[in-house]
């Protein structure tokens, strides 16, 4: 069972801290060939049975990106020509070198989840969330990002946490309980000076 698609952005924020040191944690302990294969297998696990329409947290939270090549496909499901598509629905972002959606949730998201781009939707949305792609060494912080949009990588880092033993060092203060269940303060017990 995922985390809740409408929870995931609060529930992935109280998180950030945690998960920046997990990404250090990883850049310094994990082996990136092994990490790829666990991230892929997670994936898997994870997408499997899944149904995205239900979320569409990726469609709702980012604009579409449609790169050049693939707008005179997209246009044609629309029966328009590239010019007109372009006009009705697109704005060029020169930074990417793509085109994006006028509007934030994408235009092309229709109210039962589909896309309204069907089999002309661009690769890149096929591909979201990466999790399943090389190098997620050097993708973490982007990770760490769609953490807040995407209950499956939510889920994956959550589960990589637990397969890296990966335990948040918490802060132990003078005056709480000392974690060694002595029944004493800390800083009268394992935290004397
Ligand atoms: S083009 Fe389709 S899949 Fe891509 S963001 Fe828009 S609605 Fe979602
Ligand atoms: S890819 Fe992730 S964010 Fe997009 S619809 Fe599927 S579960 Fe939701």
Redesign the pocket.
């Known amino acids: 069972m995922l985390i809740n698609p409408d929870k995931v952005k609060a529930k992935a924020k109280s998180k950030e801290n945690e998960n920046y040191a997990f990404r250090t944690y990883l850049k310094m302990h994990a082996d990136p060939p092994k990490l790829d294969e666990q991230f892929r297998k997670l994936h898997e696990e994870f997408f499997s049975g899944y149904d995205c329409s239900q979320c ?1 947290n ?2 709702k939270m ?5 790169p050049q090549e693939d707008v005179e496909k ?1 246009a044609g499901q629309f029966s328009m020509s590239r010019g007109e598509f372009i006009e009705r629905f697109l704005e060029y972002d020169s930074g990417e070198m793509s085109y994006t ?1 006028k509007h934030c ?6 109210e039962n989840g ?4 069907g089999d002309s ?2 690769a ?3 591909k ?1 969330p990466y999790t399943d792609q090389p190098d997620r060494m050097g993708s973490l912080l982007s990770i760490i990002e769609s953490a807040a949009v995407c209950p499956v990588v939510y889920e994956i880092l959550e589960r990589l946490k637990e397969e890296y033993h990966f335990i948040k060092r918490k802060r132990v203060y003078p005056n709480d309980p000392c974690p060694c269940g002595s029944g004493l303060k800390y800083k009268k017990c394992c935290g004397r000076q």
């Not at 589909?114 to 781009?117: D, G, I, K, S």
């Open positions: 569409r990726c469609c980012y604009r579409g990106v449609i997209a959606t949730p994408c235009d092309f998201l229709e589909a896309c309204a781009l939707k661009p890149n949305c096929r979201y």
